[in-house]
């Protein structure tokens, strides 16, 4: 079973400035915008300009030139939102929930950006 992307998703509307979104970083291939419900002080989601699902998709599909993109776009909100170790930050960690499973509601790729206080374990016991 192939990939089937929803153009009508929430995210493909914010990149058609159809909904309006506060912009951390845009590049020629991505988008780092505030989470709308942040569930701690520094929450972003990173999101490919291109039509992809979820991160195993866009790892599989998408050309060299929007991976690289994508990854440093990463690595630069983790600059700007003071997260990063190296610059004095505390830390972060980084999600992309995938499937049901993974418990997605968007089904356009987007890893989270998640810090600015402990975020305890990663995973609850099932
Ligand atoms: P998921 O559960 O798919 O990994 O996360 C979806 C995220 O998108 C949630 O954290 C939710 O708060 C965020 N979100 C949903 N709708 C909007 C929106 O319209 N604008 C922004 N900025 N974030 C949204």
Known sequence: MGYSYDR???FAKILR???PNETVLETEHSLAFEDVNP???VHVLVIPKGAYVSLDHFTQDASDAEIVDYNRTIG??????GVQP?????GFRAIANTGA??????????VHIIGG???GRMLNKA
């Open 17 to 19: 400035g159809e909904i």
């Open 86 to 90: 190296s610059l004095g930050g505390s």
């Open 101 to 110: 499973d993974g418990v997605q509601e968007v089904p356009h790729l987007h």
């Open 117 to 119: 206080r402990v975020l």
């Open 76 to 81: 630069e909100v983790c600059k700007l939102t």
């Open 39 to 41: 569930q701690a002080p």
């Open 8 to 10: 009508n998703n929430i």
